[in-house]
């Protein structure tokens, strides 16, 4: 039974936050606040308190606007443990295995060092619904600033192993870029160009890409699809594991 509403929230130039509501309780939360000032006219527009600022990562984009945002409504803000002494007031630090209960929901954590060593991902199994931060993005993934491609190949195997029909909320749309990317080097699969299609004609009417969801990523994103026979042919690696396969994907797109 689904136990979020969730609400997008543009910030910056191509974040997204997003305003959580749990209907029985009324619990409210707000991931990956990047600024204030959007996050409060959208409480201020709805007649909304705020519980919680729940944060994937440290990075300014993710995270700057938590102070703020505490001393205008007296929330409590939740992270990431691995990233407390990098994340000024923090209220409650969460790790792989546990949990973070905004009313009824309760979200699982997962550990997703890559992007950076301390990066979480919370997901709700009852809705289902991830966070995923700067993990996983539309067609994408976060670049490899804190950890290898090994250990983001094994972060995102726990989100690709994850239900089909599993929401994945992301940080940013880059969902354009990715999916001209993606045609690079998975130039045969339909589903992809399919896609692609719809993503150009959604960000020509100004439109969000989120959320996707788990069975579209394995079915198109080529950073979930290492170990795909056609991306491995294409890119004249047959025989590698599939974290170097991923390594090189992320090493070209880094190019880009
Ligand atoms: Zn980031």
Redesign the pocket.
């Known amino acids: 039974m689904a136990r979020l509403h969730v609400e997008t929230i543009p910030i910056l130039r191509d974040n997204y936050a997003y305003l959580l509501t749990e209907p029985e309780t009324g619990s409210t939360a707000v991931v990956d606040p990047g600024e204030a000032g959007p996050v409060l006219a959208a409480l201020e527009q709805r007649g909304r308190r705020l519980d919680w600022v729940v944060l994937t990562?440290h990075?300014h984009?993710?995270v700057a606007g938590l102070q703020e945002i505490k001393r205008r409504t007296g929330c409590k803000a939740v992270g990431p443990r691995g990233e407390y002494s990098r994340i000024a007031g923090l209220d409650l630090t969460v790790a792989e295995g546990e949990s973070f209960a905004l009313g009824h929901a309760v979200a699982e954590i997962f550990e997703t060092p890559g992007?950076?060593a301390g990066h979480v991902c919370y997901y709700f199994p009852d809705d289902p619904a991830l966070f995923s931060?700067?993990t996983l993005f539309v067609l994408g993934c976060?670049r490899l600033f804190e950890e290898d491609a090994a250990a983001m190949w094994t972060s995102l195997g726990k989100l690709a192993a994850l239900p089909p029909e599993t929401k994945v909320y992301c940080?940013h749309e880059y969902t354009l870029a990715n999916a001209r990317f993606a045609l690079t080097v998975d130039p045969d699969n339909a589903d992809l160009a399919a896609r692609a299609r719809k993503i150009e004609e959604a960000r020509e009417r100004g439109e969000p890409t989120v959320p996707t969801t788990i069975g579209e990523e394995l079915a198109t994103n080529p950073f979930l699809r290492a170990d795909s026979a056609p991306i491995r042919q294409h890119l004249a690696m047959r025989d590698d594991p599939a974290a170097a396969v991923f390594g090189e994907i992320r090493r070209r797109k880094d190019l880009a």
Do not use: A, I, N, S
């Open positions: 990562h990075h984009d993710h992007h950076t931060g700067d976060g940080g």
